[in-house]
């Protein structure tokens, strides 16, 4: 009888246990918030979703009105807002908006993306260190 009782039990925990944690991200881009800030009339905004058992990060970014068409697009980190740091994960290319992606983050990326530190940016031409930028934040 108490090996039925925790079996019943372990059967119970079980998919609870396996399951993975979905968190979501948001960062919404503009010059202002660039380092140092850029006067553009460029926006844009990204979603992810973090799945905390694969470690995949799972990301939409969109952007418009920039001053030219993007040259490149990444996550740097890590980073708080108003400090600068170097690439973390590149968006493929052409950076083309919408840009979508699934990407295998390291548990320390992981960590750092937890802790709001890492940023998004989008480079042009004429702005090559970034025209707009966005901190990544927890949207949970």
């Given at each position: ?10 059967l ?12 979501h991200?948001?960062?919404?881009m503009?010059?202002?918030t ?9 926006i844009?905004d ?5 799945d905390?058992k ?28 108003g ?11 052409p ?6 992606a ?9 960590k750092?993306?937890e ?23 927890l949207?949970?």
């Amino acid at each position: 009888m108490f090996r039925n009782a925790l079996l019943a039990a372990a059967l119970c925990v079980a998919p609870f246990a396996a399951s993975a944690e979905l968190l979501h991200f948001s960062a919404t881009m503009n010059g202002a918030t660039e380092v140092p800030a850029k006067t553009s009339p460029g926006i844009g905004d990204v979603l992810a979703t973090l799945d905390t058992k694969t470690k995949m990060l799972t990301y939409t970014a969109t952007w418009d009105k920039l001053t030219g068409p993007a040259t490149a697009a990444h996550f740097h980190g890590p980073a708080a807002a108003g400090a600068n740091a170097g690439v973390a994960v590149a968006f493929g290319a052409p950076a083309i908006s919408p840009s979508h992606a699934a990407i295998a983050l390291t548990d320390a990326q992981i960590k750092e993306l937890e802790a709001g530190m890492w940023y998004v940016n989008v480079h042009t031409a004429a702005n090559p260190s970034g025209e707009i930028r966005g901190q990544v934040k927890l949207a949970n």
